[in-house]
């Protein structure tokens, strides 16, 4: 968003295939988005160059031409060098700069102190793989980058953005097929979600809560008073629970408890509200706590639209009878909201609350009900009339807030490092067979049969060090709090460091995190924190080895 004036992926999925050149930097793609991590398959047997930043030897930096199996948390280091190497060799595209860019000579002149032998040593990355990765990238034309929460979940994550939107305009690689920065987004609709205002900072379409125009012409279309403040950041909400200030939460599908970090210090604050709504499809973590439980439809049960990440806009209809008092989330909102004294209007359908959305977001004017039911494959906004086609690619005239900011980028480390007393760097994730807080597949005996506990990826001298084998049980422990996990020896891990995946209520990871985010996003620092493991006596016998087989090579 400060780079571009968008935070959102530049390109589109059906572009992959056609690449010549692939950057993917903290994402496990063919895990977390497979069928993306298929188009770059796809790509790959083409003859696309393929070259992967991750400190892990995940399924994709197996097959990539080059592996950059850098240090967690140095991606600035890394991605800087790049930049400075593509100064030094006269590739930056100028004309792109001069045109469609500000920032320039300061970002060039802070590039000064990112020279290839201290990137190096920083990163863990060979001097001459960041040169030829940085030249190739470059000189071809055809060449995008991917990113997920391998850079994204660091206190210095909108550092690695940065960078990242950086290197891109630098080399012109933006308004452009085939190419520009794109960061794949999570969960099948969050991208729908923030577009509708599902954040503190913008109401539908990303138009700022803080503006006084946009509060007046939100006032008139809702005949009501609305503030003039931002709204509170997810991080500083739990904050609030945790300090007493926090009075009351309403929770809609999300298991706090599981997914937010230093879950111990959060859980005795949740005790302590006063009042917790959760509204959800099933019972979790969180609604242990909750003083009321609103049911919800699930995405089978419900009429709407899902976007996705590339911007593309698509219907999902309703299969199936939502079970008991179960409802669509829209329909429980509007009850709640009119029971609070405004005067919500009786919305026959969700297709009326689309009309609404495209009336007061220009973006999604040319998007309705109507027009997706004749459009199978979806419109990706900005689609701003009913003859619009959507936009396939964006700033195709330059970066959509006119000139693209170069930001100056400098190395922070991790907030917390290894120590005697904690050895170990922990980074977490999910595998392919579950999802998230695993609210939904631990409910799933093939999913459990598959994988059915939490694995700990650890490297297999540490292991020896410490006396233990694949299968075993250890006790993980931070300064935080402790869990159980079994011993893992995956081959993907760099020495010292250890992995584990978030979708355990018995092995809940996020009593380990650190709450310290990102100061500007507020994201949490999930990918770094130190850790202990101790053996336990008690050696249950592995799982089935064809559980741990699945995990090892997802992709069978
Ligand atoms: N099967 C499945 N798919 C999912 C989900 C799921 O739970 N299960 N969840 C969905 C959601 S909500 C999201 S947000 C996405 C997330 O998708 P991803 O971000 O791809 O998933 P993660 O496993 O969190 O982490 C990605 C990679 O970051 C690497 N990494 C860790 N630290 C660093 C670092 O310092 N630098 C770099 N360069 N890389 C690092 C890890 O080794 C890992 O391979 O997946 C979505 N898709
Ligand atoms: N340590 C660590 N922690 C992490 C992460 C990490 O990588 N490491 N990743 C973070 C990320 S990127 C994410 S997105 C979060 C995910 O964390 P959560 O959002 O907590 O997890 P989900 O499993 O995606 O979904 C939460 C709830 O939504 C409910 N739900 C599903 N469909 C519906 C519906 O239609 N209506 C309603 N009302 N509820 C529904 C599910 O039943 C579930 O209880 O975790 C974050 N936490
Ligand atoms: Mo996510």
Same mark, same amino acid.
């Given at each position: 968003m400060k780079s571009f004036g968008a935070g959102v992926m530049s390109n589109s999925i059906p572009e992959i295939r056609e690449l010549d050149f692939m950057f993917i930097i903290g994402s496990n793609t063919t895990e977390a988005h497979p069928i993306i991590g298929m188009e770059m398959k796809i790509a790959r047997q083409r003859g696309a160059r393929l070259v992967v930043a991750d400190p892990r030897k995940i399924w994709l930096a197996e097959h990539a031409d080059v592996h950059m199996q850098l240090k967690p948390g140095s991606d600035v280091w890394l991605i800087n060098a790049m930049a400075k190497v593509i100064v030094d060799e006269g590739l930056v595209n100028q004309d792109f700069i001069d045109k469609h860019t500000e920032g320039w000579p300061a970002l060039k002149a802070n590039l000064e102190k990112f020279n290839l @032998?201290? =990137? +190096? &040593? !920083?990163?863990?990355?060979? @001097?001459?793989d960041i040169k030829a990765v940085a030249v190739e990238y470059a000189k071809t034309r055809k060449a995008a980058i991917y990113y997920t929460l391998g850079i994204t979940e660091h206190a210095h994550g909108t550092d690695n953005i940065f960078? %990242? @939107?950086?290197?891109v305009m630098m080399t012109g690689h933006l308004g452009v097929p085939f190419g520009g920065l794109n960061s794949l987004r999570g969960q099948n609709n969050v991208q729908g979600a923030t577009d509708a205002g599902a954040t503190p900072l913008y109401y539908v379409g990303f138009q700022p809560a803080q503006d006084p125009e946009v509060q007046k012409k939100f006032e008139q279309a809702w005949a009501t008073d609305l503030p003039a403040t931002i709204g509170k950041h997810l991080n500083t909400m739990m904050k609030g629970i945790e300090e007493g200030s926090m009075k009351a939460l309403y929770v809609m599908g999300e298991d706090i408890l599981i997914s937010e970090p230093n879950t111990n210090h959060l859980e005795h604050g949740v005790k302590e509200l006063e009042f917790l709504i959760h509204q959800d499809i099933f019972m979790n973590e969180t609604t242990k706590y909750a003083h009321v439980v609103l049911p919800g439809a699930n995405f089978a049960e419900k009429d709407g639209v899902f976007t996705n990440t590339d911007r593309r806009v698509q219907r999902v209809r309703k299969a199936v009878n939502p079970p008991g008092n179960a409802r669509p989330d829209w329909q429980i909102l509007c009850d709640v909201a009119r029971a609070a004294g405004y005067a919500m209007p009786h919305y026959k359908n =969700?297709?009326?609350?689309?009309?609404e959305i495209a009336s007061? @977001?220009? &973006?999604?004017a040319g998007i309705s009900h109507e027009r997706l039911d004749r459009t199978p494959m979806g419109l990706q906004w900005p689609c701003t009339s009913p003859e619009h086609d959507g936009t396939v690619y964006m700033h195709k005239d330059g970066p959509v807030k006119g000139k693209g900011s170069f930001? *100056?980028?400098?190395? &922070?480390?991790? *907030?917390?490092?290894? /120590? +005697?007393?904690?050895?170990f760097n922990l980074a977490t994730g999910r595998v392919l067979y579950h999802y998230n807080a695993g609210t939904q597949t631990r409910r799933d005996s093939g999913t459990m049969a598959k994988v059915g506990e939490c694995q700990i990826e650890v490297h297999a001298e540490d292991a020896a060090r410490l006396g233990v084998a694949e299968g075993d049980w250890v006790k993980v422990v931070s300064r935080r709090g402790g869990i159980k996990a079994r011993v893992w020896l995956s081959g993907r891990v760099q020495k010292g460091?250890?992995? !584990?995946? %978030?979708?355990?209520? /018995?092995?809940?990871?996020?009593?380990?995190?650190?709450d310290v985010g990102d100061p500007l996003a507020g994201t949490a620092e999930y990918k770094v924190c130190a850790v202990n493991l101790l053996p336990l006596k008690d050696k249950k016998p592995a799982a089935a080895g064809a559980e741990l087989e699945a995990v090892r090579h997802p992709q069978a």
């Amino acid at each position: 968003m400060k780079s571009f004036g968008a935070g959102v992926m530049s390109n589109s999925i059906p572009e992959i295939r056609e690449l010549d050149f692939m950057f993917i930097i903290g994402s496990n793609t063919t895990e977390a988005h497979p069928i993306i991590g298929m188009e770059m398959k796809i790509a790959r047997q083409r003859g696309a160059r393929l070259v992967v930043a991750d400190p892990r030897k995940i399924w994709l930096a197996e097959h990539a031409d080059v592996h950059m199996q850098l240090k967690p948390g140095s991606d600035v280091w890394l991605i800087n060098a790049m930049a400075k190497v593509i100064v030094d060799e006269g590739l930056v595209n100028q004309d792109f700069i001069d045109k469609h860019t500000e920032g320039w000579p300061a970002l060039k002149a802070n590039l000064e102190k990112f020279n290839l @032998a201290e =990137a +190096e &040593r !920083m990163t863990g990355v060979p @001097a001459a793989d960041i040169k030829a990765v940085a030249v190739e990238y470059a000189k071809t034309r055809k060449a995008a980058i991917y990113y997920t929460l391998g850079i994204t979940e660091h206190a210095h994550g909108t550092d690695n953005i940065f960078s %990242l @939107a950086n290197l891109v305009m630098m080399t012109g690689h933006l308004g452009v097929p085939f190419g520009g920065l794109n960061s794949l987004r999570g969960q099948n609709n969050v991208q729908g979600a923030t577009d509708a205002g599902a954040t503190p900072l913008y109401y539908v379409g990303f138009q700022p809560a803080q503006d006084p125009e946009v509060q007046k012409k939100f006032e008139q279309a809702w005949a009501t008073d609305l503030p003039a403040t931002i709204g509170k950041h997810l991080n500083t909400m739990m904050k609030g629970i945790e300090e007493g200030s926090m009075k009351a939460l309403y929770v809609m599908g999300e298991d706090i408890l599981i997914s937010e970090p230093n879950t111990n210090h959060l859980e005795h604050g949740v005790k302590e509200l006063e009042f917790l709504i959760h509204q959800d499809i099933f019972m979790n973590e969180t609604t242990k706590y909750a003083h009321v439980v609103l049911p919800g439809a699930n995405f089978a049960e419900k009429d709407g639209v899902f976007t996705n990440t590339d911007r593309r806009v698509q219907r999902v209809r309703k299969a199936v009878n939502p079970p008991g008092n179960a409802r669509p989330d829209w329909q429980i909102l509007c009850d709640v909201a009119r029971a609070a004294g405004y005067a919500m209007p009786h919305y026959k359908n =969700a297709g009326e609350i689309y009309a609404e959305i495209a009336s007061l @977001a220009p &973006r999604y004017a040319g998007i309705s009900h109507e027009r997706l039911d004749r459009t199978p494959m979806g419109l990706q906004w900005p689609c701003t009339s009913p003859e619009h086609d959507g936009t396939v690619y964006m700033h195709k005239d330059g970066p959509v807030k006119g000139k693209g900011s170069f930001i *100056v980028t400098n190395y &922070r480390p991790p *907030v917390e490092l290894p /120590d +005697e007393e904690y050895p170990f760097n922990l980074a977490t994730g999910r595998v392919l067979y579950h999802y998230n807080a695993g609210t939904q597949t631990r409910r799933d005996s093939g999913t459990m049969a598959k994988v059915g506990e939490c694995q700990i990826e650890v490297h297999a001298e540490d292991a020896a060090r410490l006396g233990v084998a694949e299968g075993d049980w250890v006790k993980v422990v931070s300064r935080r709090g402790g869990i159980k996990a079994r011993v893992w020896l995956s081959g993907r891990v760099q020495k010292g460091h250890v992995w !584990m995946p %978030l979708h355990f209520t /018995d092995s809940a990871i996020n009593k380990l995190t650190v709450d310290v985010g990102d100061p500007l996003a507020g994201t949490a620092e999930y990918k770094v924190c130190a850790v202990n493991l101790l053996p336990l006596k008690d050696k249950k016998p592995a799982a089935a080895g064809a559980e741990l087989e699945a995990v090892r090579h997802p992709q069978a």
